[in-house]
């Protein structure tokens, strides 16, 4: 499929409501790139393209005019079988993420089976200096490295970050948060410790004390540690 008639499918399964009302959400991505494309169209979109031997005209077709064919974009890397491909692909779109939604939703199944090759990427993305790619490389090692594959190091490289992004700092507080349900003691010296920025701490805590998965106990602890403003 052509990068036009690509185009022209993201208008035919245009939704004018679910467009207005995503555009309040996404205060990056300017109101007149979006043509409101619901989710579960686009992902469906996604694994007709990804198996189309053109599909990487579309992926190289970069920057995009519009905000849903970023979030095609995402969801056609997160179909990639192939992890030298997908990883190569990943790289080339970040530069271009300009929207919270599209980082989050950018998830390749094949990084699954990955893991050992993950960390040297993820130490890049983190070091970019770009707000999405920043967010990402975080992402990723909350999604990926939660569980039994989880090192220390990963945790004290995230709350060496420090940025005035608040979607840097806001994906900071959720990958502890999420942290303190998987990993909550290995998590919880970085709060007793003071080891984040103030508002970073404190919305960790928020995030945290709102999940079924933490016990009240521990939410009463945690509560305990907040940051008072001055």
Same mark, same amino acid.
């Given at each position: 499929?052509?990068?036009?008639?690509?185009?022209?499918?993201?208008?035919?399964?245009?939704?004018?409501?679910?467009?207005?009302?995503?555009?309040?959400?996404?205060?990056?991505? !300017? !109101?007149?790139?979006?043509?409101?494309?619901?989710?579960?169209?686009?992902?469906?979109?996604?694994?007709?393209?990804?198996?189309?031997?053109?599909?990487?005209?579309?992926?190289?077709?970069?920057?995009?005019?519009?905000?849903?064919?970023?979030?095609?974009?995402?969801?056609?890397?997160?179909?990639?079988?192939?992890?030298?491909?997908?990883?190569?692909?990943?790289?080339?779109?970040?530069?271009?993420?300009?929207?919270?939604?599209?980082?989050?939703?950018?998830?390749?199944?094949?990084?699954?089976?990955?893991?050992?090759?993950?960390?040297? !990427?993820?130490?890049?993305?983190?070091?970019?200096?770009?707000?999405?790619?920043?967010?990402?490389?975080?992402?990723?090692?909350?999604?990926?490295?939660?569980?039994?594959?989880?090192?220390?190091?990963? !945790?004290?490289?995230?709350?060496?970050?420090?940025?005035?992004?608040?979607?840097?700092?806001?994906?900071?507080?959720?990958?502890?948060?999420?942290?303190?349900?998987?990993?909550?003691?290995?998590?919880?010296?970085?709060?007793?410790?003071?080891?984040?920025?103030?508002?970073?701490?404190?919305?960790?805590?928020?995030?945290?004390?709102?999940?079924?998965?933490?016990?009240?106990?521990?939410?009463?602890?945690?509560?305990?540690?907040?940051?008072?403003?001055?």
């Amino acid at each position: 499929m052509k990068i036009d008639e690509i185009r022209e499918e993201l208008f035919r399964l245009q939704d004018v409501k679910y467009r207005d009302f995503q555009s309040g959400l996404i205060p990056t991505a !300017p !109101p007149e790139t979006q043509i409101g494309v619901r989710t579960p169209e686009l992902r469906k979109l996604a694994k007709q393209l990804v198996k189309q031997d053109d599909v990487q005209d579309f992926l190289a077709d970069l920057p995009h005019r519009y905000f849903d064919e970023n979030q095609l974009h995402a969801f056609i890397l997160s179909e990639i079988k192939d992890f030298a491909w997908c990883l190569e692909e990943v790289n080339r779109f970040l530069p271009y993420v300009d929207n919270w939604a599209t980082c989050d939703q950018l998830s390749p199944k094949v990084f699954r089976k990955h893991h050992a090759e993950l960390p040297e !990427p993820i130490r890049a993305w983190m070091a970019s200096g770009h707000t999405y790619t920043i967010r990402f490389g975080i992402g990723m090692l909350m999604e990926h490295f939660l569980g039994e594959d989880f090192d220390i190091a990963y !945790p004290e490289a995230i709350a060496a970050v420090r940025s005035e992004e608040y979607y840097v700092n806001m994906m900071i507080a959720w990958y502890f948060a999420t942290a303190l349900a998987k990993q909550y003691d290995a998590a919880l010296q970085f709060l007793e410790e003071r080891r984040l920025d103030p508002w970073t701490h404190n919305k960790t805590i928020q995030k945290a004390v709102e999940s079924y998965r933490i016990t009240d106990e521990q939410k009463a602890y945690l509560k305990s540690l907040r940051i008072k403003k001055k």
